[in-house]
Every structure is written in C-alpha cells, then in structure tokens.
C-alpha cells in the first residue's frame, strides 16, 4: 500500500544523531550485553554494536543513477563511519532496492534527490501536543521508526517481516536495529512542532489532516540564525552530539545507562514505548522557545534564553544516549537469551 509520508528530510545532514551519537548508543550497549548476546551479535554482524550503529545511514549514500539503476555513491563528508562496511556495499545497495519503492518519499521525484522509502524508516513526525505514540496520529505511517524498528525486532525473534518491509536476513535486521534504537532518543526524530503563518503551534490531529504550509519536517525547516557554521537548523541541533563524548562512551555514560530500568512489558510494545517517552521528552526540547515564519517552509528559532536552552539540551542529551544504549542491549539481550 502506497502512503505519503509527511516528514521531508535532507539526505544525510538530517541524520538522527550524527555517526558519533550512533556509535555512542552503541558502544553503551555493547557493555551492557550477556555473553550469550554478545558472541551472537558477533557471529551475525562480524562487527560490534558501536561499529554496526552507523550503518543505516552509510545506506543513504546508495542514489538512483540516470539509468535507472542504484549505486553507493562515495561522499567524502559522510564516509568515515562507512569505512567498516566499503567492502559490501553490494549489501547496501541490495538493501536500499528492497526498500526503495515501497511507500512515496515526495522530495524524491527529481533524480537529484531521489531517497527511497528506507528514508522514512528513521522517524516519526508526531504533534509535540501529543502525550503519547500512537499509529492513529499524524505524522505516523506503516514505514515510520515505530514501525521499522518492530519489524526489525520481528525478523530477529524468527518471523516474517512484516510489509511494506524487506528485510532479508537477521545480520540486516540487527543492523537495521543498532540504528533505529538510537534515532528513536532524539527527540526531533519522533515529535515535530507544526506551525502557523504566526509561528504559533497548529495541531495536525484536530482534522487529522496536516496542511503542508505547517510543516516543519521534524525541524529541519526551523533555523537558528546564530549558527555560523555548518547546518543552522534546529534538528540538527539535536542531531549533535556532546563534543566531549567523542563515539566510545565514556564510563559515566556506561554507568548511567546501567542505572536504567529495564523494561518489562512485551518486546513487541517496546518500540512504541520508547517513542511515547521521547515525545515526552521533546516537550523539554521545545520548551522555551517560539517561531518566526521567514518564508515557505522556513521558521526561524528565537529562543527566551539561547545559554541555558543549548545548556538544558546538552544535558537531555547526554540522558537519551545513555537510554537508547540500555534500551538496545536490552532488546538484544531479551532476543538472543
Ligand atoms: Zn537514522
């Protein structure tokens, strides 16, 4: 079944958490696995979590050709993290055509920016109103980050993949996973504010209909205008991760993550769980903040007071990489027990 996906998102800038945050979660993870879950994520993967992390956005890089075939593109900017992984890109590749046509990625129709459906599988777009996840909201659909991430845990308890997915083995499920449990803590990657010609916060649910004037793409259409180097938008903002954190978790990250309750609901609730938290969580990312439309889909960002809200942010941040690297192991862990 064909759906439009609401959330437009830029090739790779737009990344949840960049490489490093990736490698983060995964990393905090990797110290939190049974030895049991460890040596079968290694039979799997060949590689740890912290290397795997990255992987989901290492396949944007595969691009339709003119003649209509798919290739990974090499890119300077992105490739650092990909290097793991330069001797398969055919697994890339064949991933990317297995889920390229599966829903319509709007932004896709040029050549130029033509992204596939597996784009969409990186976020939701729900209303910050919202106190929970729900699949009924807008700015969720059957390929959202909800639902990939439960097709992924699908195919690694030994099901079928639920459609529109294909995922063809458990290695690509568990990949696909090392990923998806980190974008699911970052809090523009599951909520999105939509807003009014006077900057104030519309509610898409009302009409369940959302009037694409109000997008804002997760934020990637919102811009701080203080930002003088690389991308001033305010999901990227969130995409960055603490400088001092480098991409191996330091002891206290490791630490906080193991002070984490684990859950204990069904595995199969789990995802939705998460977001549910993290569109909580995104109430803290928008607070204390209001919008300027500058122009079609652009929003500037004046925050009450800029220190203390980056301040704030480092600190959540800092709390939903250590969440996203217990959650992980504990997926992991309950699937290989
Ligand atoms: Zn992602």
């Not at 049991?36 to 050709?65: F, I, M, N, Y």
Request: proline share 7%; charged share 20%.
């Amino acid at each position: 079944m064909l759906a439009i996906v609401v959330g437009l998102y830029l090739p790779n800038p737009a990344s949840a958490w960049g490489p490093d945050g990736h490698r983060l979660v995964g990393s905090i993870a990797d110290q939190l696995l049974s030895p049991t879950a460890r040596q079968q994520v290694k039979t799997l993967l060949g590689v740890d979590l912290r290397e795997a992390g990255p992987w989901l956005d290492c396949v944007k890089s595969v691009h339709r050709q003119a003649d209509g075939s798919l290739a990974y593109v090499e890119d300077p900017l992105y490739e650092p993290p990909c290097t793991p992984f330069a001797n398969d890109r055919a697994a890339m590749v064949d991933y990317a055509g297995r889920n390229w046509i599966d829903c319509v990625y709007p932004e896709g129709a040029s050549a130029a920016s033509n992204l596939g459906c597996h784009n969409t599988y990186h976020f939701d777009d729900i209303a910050s109103q919202r106190d929970k996840f729900d699949r009924n909201y807008a700015g969720s659909s059957e390929h959202d980050l909800v639902a990939a991430t439960n097709a992924a845990i699908a195919v690694l308890l030994g099901r079928s993949t639920p459609p529109p997915f294909n995922i063809k083995e458990k290695k690509e499920a568990l990949m696909m996973l090392a990923h998806l449990v980190g974008d699911m803590t970052q809090p523009l990657h599951v909520a999105a504010p939509y807003l009014g010609p006077d900057g104030s916060l519309v509610d898409p649910d009302v009409t369940h209909t959302i009037d694409p004037s109000t997008e804002t793409a997760g934020g990637n259409w919102i811009h701080d205008p203080k930002v003088l180097k690389g991308s001033d938008a305010f999901h990227h903002a969130w995409d960055d991760t603490p400088d001092d954190l480098g991409d191996t978790a330091p002891q206290a990250l490791v630490d906080a993550a193991k002070a984490l309750p684990v859950d204990t609901d069904r595995i199969e609730n789990w995802a939705a769980i998460w977001a549910t938290d993290t569109i909580e969580v995104s109430k803290q990312a928008m607070a204390n903040v209001t919008y300027q439309k500058t122009g079609p889909r652009k929003w500037t960002i004046i925050f009450s007071d800029r220190d203390t809200y980056l301040k704030d942010a480092d600190k959540l941040k800092r709390q939903q990489l250590a969440k996203a690297g217990a959650r992980l192991a504990a997926v992991v862990n309950r699937i290989f027990q």
